[in-house]
């Protein structure tokens, strides 16, 4: 019973590192992710600030905004399947959650039925203590 009881403490504490590793790794991701949207908003500031100021041809300025459009769709993909990324590992992040709370109830159980059975067996000990002393009472008021 011992065994089990560290054998679920050390599941339990690896499961925990697990999630405290995916939980970092989430906030360096979402860290990252603001410094991109922060540069991105910058370079398109910049490349938009850059077409008002210069006087391009029509044809030029068409050319310039498909391929802006196509960097902020490119962005804006990105950005989703980093989303999606990120609720990947929320999901993972919330079913080792569960996990933990099912390790722990299921090592209180186990306490809680291992307390009960020590109980039970310290008071067939003492039972039995009791009926020896008793015995060995007779058998030397017998001799």
Same mark, same amino acid.
């Given at each position: 019973?011992?065994? =089990?009881?560290?054998?679920?403490e050390h599941q339990i504490q690896s499961v925990q @590192? ?13 860290? %990252? ?6 540069? /991105? ?8 600030? %850059?077409?008002?100021? !210069?006087?391009? &041809? ?6 310039? %905004? @498909? ?8 962005? =804006?993909?990105? *950005?989703?399947?980093? &989303?999606?990324? $990120? /609720?990947?590992?929320?999901?993972? *992040?919330?079913? !080792? =959650? ?8 299921? /090592?209180? $159980?186990? &306490?809680?039925?291992? *307390? ?8 067939r000990v003492t039972i039995l203590d009791t009926e020896?002393?008793?015995?060995? &009472?007779?058998a030397a008021y017998l001799s």
């Open positions: 019973v011992a065994m =089990e009881t560290m054998s679920l @590192r697990h999630i405290a590793f995916l939980k970092k790794e989430q906030m360096e991701l979402l860290h %990252d992710l603001h410094l991109e949207i922060l540069r /991105l908003q910058k370079h398109c500031s910049e490349l938009t600030h %850059d077409l008002e100021i !210069k006087e391009l &041809e029509a044809r030029q300025q068409d050319v310039l %905004d @498909r391929e802006l459009e196509e960097k902020c769709r490119a962005m =804006e993909a990105q *950005l989703q399947e980093k &989303e999606k990324d $990120n /609720l990947e590992l929320r999901k993972e *992040l919330q079913h !080792k =959650e569960t996990l933990v709370a099912a390790l722990r109830s299921s /090592l209180r $159980n186990k &306490e809680r039925r291992f *307390l009960e059975e020590l109980k039970r067996r310290s008071h020896l002393q008793k015995q060995t &009472e007779a």
